[in-house]
T-cell receptor, first 114, second 114 residues
Framework: AQSVTQLDSQVPVFEEAPVELRCNYSSSVSVYLFWYVQYPNQGLQLLLK??????LVKGINGFEAEFNKSQTSFHLRKPSVHISDTAEYFCAVSEGSGYSTLTFGKGTMLLVSP | DVKVTQSSRYLVKRTGEKVFLECVQDMDHENMFWYRQDPGLGLRLIYF???????EKGDIPEGYSVSREKKERFSLILESASTNQTSMYLCASSFGQGAFGELFFGEGSRLTVL
């Protein structure tokens, strides 16, 4: 069975600073990896995804993530955050074949202050 | 744009009541999902459906049932609501066979059971 660990429940950062949100997964098979973002009082929306190919994936709003198979990680990064990036971020994994549902991590709250 | 609409943003019900949460998507997606979201626990899958009249249990189906009579509509039913079902409920849909993870979410229904 697959699982996802988001190592930080909350990450405070100042505006214009870089940020990394950490995600590790566990699976016995090949996987697809995702980051979703949830702004206050809204549903989740897809930020970026890794299905295959280049291990560096670029998403919306200047975010990127790198798939590291040997370390089973998929950390999310942004070189310079804005106040508007304040949101909860969820890492998710699904098995790379057949009917496979998403397993979500517990989320990381990114708090950007001026 | 894909739109997933949940019928109620906020509901307050009493213990023992039967509760219906409705979800409609307008993009002809095959797959529909119900998650519950709780602080510190992330998203947990309750039920999902890959086709009309078809349903599969997720990770936490106890106390819930679902109905999918039409492709665009997926209903979550709490037969006898209990206080531990107070939560945010998120509906999602996706296209195609298998779950490649690009889920489109509704804005959520926050249920309080008194």
């Amino acid at each position: 069975a697959q699982s996802v660990t988001q190592l930080d429940s909350q990450v405070p950062v100042f505006e214009e600073a870089p940020v990394e949100l950490r995600c590790n997964y566990s699976s016995s098979v090949s996987v697809y990896l995702f980051w979703y973002v949830q702004y206050p009082n809204q549903g989740l929306q897809l930020l970026l995804k890794y299905l295959s190919g280049s291990t560096l994936v670029k998403g919306i709003n200047g975010f990127e993530a790198e798939f590291n198979k040997s370390q089973t990680s998929f950390h999310l990064r942004k070189p310079s955050v804005h106040i508007s990036d304040t949101a909860e971020y969820f890492c998710a994994v699904s098995e790379g074949s057949g009917y496979s549902t998403l397993t979500f991590g517990k989320g990381t709250m990114l708090l950007v202050s001026p | 744009d894909v739109k997933v609409t949940q019928s109620s943003r906020y509901l307050v019900k009493r213990t023992g009541e039967k509760v219906f949460l409705e979800c409609v998507q307008d993009m002809d997606h095959e797959n529909m999902f119900w998650y519950r979201q709780d602080p510190g626990l992330g998203l947990r899958l309750i039920y999902f459906s890959y086709d009309v009249k078809m349903k599969e249990k997720g990770d936490i189906p106890e106390g819930y049932s679902v109905s999918r009579e039409k492709k665009e509509r997926f209903s979550l039913i709490l037969e006898s609501a209990s206080t531990n079902q107070t939560s945010m409920y998120l509906c999602a849909s996706s296209f195609g066979q298998g779950a490649f993870g690009e889920l489109f979410f509704g804005e959520g229904s926050r249920l309080t059971v008194l």
